[in-house]
């Protein structure tokens, strides 16, 4: 389990989703999220372009997070988690949120980190992405529920 100085807690997390989204419930996750099935990640790089910290997240949270952005009905991000699959409209808006999710690692880094690249489902693999989930050290996985959208799996990962 991933130590303080590394990596946030469930109250940051549920602080910076909160003020995107309302009230966010997060809670400790029990099982890591399965990346051998359809999931997406956000590649937080240093100065010198070196993944540092991840986020991976399951199609559910990817969908209602994304989706809940700009209000994109429930029901569309329904069927992206159904299919396993996010559509361009709300990777846009999730890549957004991705980008605002940097200053959960500022605080608990004294690296300059910045988002590098996101890795969606049905998208082209990126192996330094896949090489850096596998090699990460120090992992801490929640689970948050997104108001008016629903339930999804986010894991902030460390290298």
Excluded: W
């Excluded at 400790?28 to 590649?43: G, M, Q, R, V, W």
């Amino acid at each position: 389990m991933a130590t303080a100085a590394t990596l946030p807690s469930s109250d940051h997390i549920a602080h910076l989703l909160s003020g995107l989204y309302g009230d966010v419930a997060v809670t400790e996750a029990k099982t890591p999220i399965d990346t051998s099935a359809a999931y997406t990640a956000a590649a937080y790089i240093d100065d010198e372009n070196i993944i540092q910290r991840l986020i991976v997240c399951d199609v559910a949270f990817a969908n209602f997070a994304g989706a809940a952005l700009t209000m994109v009905p429930p029901a569309i991000a329904n069927d992206g988690v159904k299919s396993g699959q996010v559509a361009p409209n709300i990777q846009e808006n999730l890549s957004e949120v991705f980008n605002i999710c940097v200053n959960v690692f500022s605080d608990h880094s004294k690296q300059h980190l910045k988002l590098g690249s996101v890795v969606f489902p049905g998208g082209p693999i990126d192996e330094t992405v896949a090489a850096a989930i596998s090699a990460s050290s120090d992992r801490t996985e929640f689970v948050a529920k997104i108001p008016r959208y629903g339930t999804g799996q986010i894991a902030l990962l460390a290298k």
